[in-house]
């Protein structure tokens, strides 16, 4: 079975700090996505990573950066935290284009 | 740009009473839709993709069918492990992205 980690299942930061959530997948999958996820919003596409060092701009990339070093490692940067990024934060990975993708258990952010 | 609506956003049901969710999508070209479970505090969980008009997908007490410009997902006989979020997806041939829609909450009640 795919198993996509994130390294926090809760954060809670103060606004203006820097802040970082981590990704990790064990299926050597080529393409992985951060999401958030808010309230009759559905999920949103921030970047997403079809390859090591690589890296596409999503809906909302605004505030955010990302960084793949590693094709099991996605991570995603908050630069300066504000209370408008408080959210639920997704990962994903698929295998290729149009298959299914299998996702990391979210990681649920506030920022105070 | 790819659009995806779902309705209704909240269905409650009794258990053993079945009923359908929507999911209607504008995309140009679609190269696969896909329906996932979310339970409260996890990430979505996969359920179905499904490729063409007239395809059909079950599992267990659901059903996805897929038309050129929706896709229902039925659930017969529900049971409360049943309640869940429902969330719609699709990818489009020039797109490298899943867009969603916002997700039918079912709650079953015993």
């Known amino acids: 079975d795919v198993k996509v980690t994130q390294s926090s299942r809760y954060l809670v930061k103060r606004t203006g700090e820097k802040v970082f959530l981590e990704c990790v997948q064990d299926m050597d999958h080529e393409n992985m996505f951060w999401y958030r996820q808010d309230p009759g919003l559905g999920l949103r596409l921030i970047y997403f990573?079809?390859?090591?060092?690589?890296?596409e701009k999503g809906d909302i990339p605004e505030g955010y950066s990302v960084s793949r070093e590693k094709k099991e490692r996605f991570s995603l940067i908050l630069e300066s935290a504000s209370t408008n990024q408080t959210s639920m934060y997704l990962c994903?990975?698929?295998?290729?284009?149009?298959?299914?993708?299998?996702f990391g258990q979210g990681t649920r952010l506030t920022v105070v | 740009e790819d659009q995806v609506t779902q309705s209704p956003e909240a269905l409650r049901l009794q258990e053993g009473e079945s009923s359908s969710l929507n999911c209607s999508y504008t995309v140009s070209g679609l190269r696969g839709l896909f329906w996932y479970r979310q339970d409260p505090g996890k990430g979505p969980e996969f359920l179905f993709t499904l490729y063409s008009a007239g395809e059909e997908k079950e599992k267990e007490r659901l059903k996805a069918t897929l038309t050129k410009k929706e896709s229902f997902l039925h659930i017969t006989a529900p049971k409360p492990e049943d309640s869940a979020t429902y969330l719609c997806a699709v990818h489009s041939s020039n797109d490298y992205k899943l867009s969603f829609g916002a997700g039918t909450t079912v709650t079953v009640r015993a």
């Open positions: 990573s079809y390859d090591v060092k690589m890296k």
């Open positions: 994903a990975t698929e295998q290729d284009l149009n298959t299914e993708a299998f």
